[in-house]
């Protein structure tokens, strides 16, 4: 795709196991990338990097006020070997009835740094009962610098708290300069 904004899925396109977005390294790519999409468990949908590895990795400098990767209940789904700028990236799960998993994201070897709000944000929230969870999910090998909020947030807003997150593994990542909690 040309932009981001077309390869999101507000266009008529639907992503499914084992698509893989993929940016040129050495290119800034300018907006906001939305999916909502879900791969499966052998075949997780990718979003990352192609082309020389030589080249910086692809830049997508987010626009103020919208995250810069937007995943909307996300499952099975990898991002990695990205530059973030501008605004991070969020994780979001809403729903009113039910109670649903979103599971294996992984979010591996991402540099977000000049971050205007919270750098990487994964969000559960419902409005009655149900339990929305993230399970399986992986932060991995990022660095986060220069950022007005929060390095690293997992939130869960529910009536119900009974539903916990599980799984959730961040490890080997190096956050500096955050003005919120790391």
């Known amino acids: 795709w040309a932009t981001l904004a077309r390869a999101s899925t507000d266009y008529p396109q ?4 084992g698509d893989r977005i993929l940016l040129a390294r050495g290119q800034t790519h300018n907006g906001q990338l939305k999916l909502d999409a879900r791969g499966s468990d052998i075949q997780p949908i990718s979003i990352g990097a192609y082309g020389d590895t030589n080249n910086p990795n692809p830049i997508i400098l987010g626009s103020s006020g919208s995250p810069s990767i937007l995943l909307v209940f996300p499952r099975n789904i990898t991002v990695q070997d990205l530059e973030i700028n501008g605004e991070g990236i969020s994780d979001q799960a809403f729903w009113s009835t039910g109670t649903s998993t979103y599971q294996n994201v992984v979010f591996r070897d991402l540099d977000l740094n000049g971050i205007n709000g919270t750098a990487l944000n994964m969000i559960s929230s419902s409005t009655n009962t149900s339990g929305i969870v993230f399970s399986d999910a992986l932060i991995e090998g990022c660095s986060i610098s220069n950022v007005t909020g929060a390095g690293i947030t997992i939130n869960k807003w529910e009536l119900e708290s009974s539903f ?3 799984n959730i593994v ?3 990542n ?8 790391g």
């Open 164 to 166: 916990f997150h599980e």
């Open 14 to 17: 639907a992503y499914g196991d």
């Open 174 to 181: 190096t956050i500096t300069d955050c003005g919120g909690s």
């Open 170 to 172: 961040i490890r080997d």
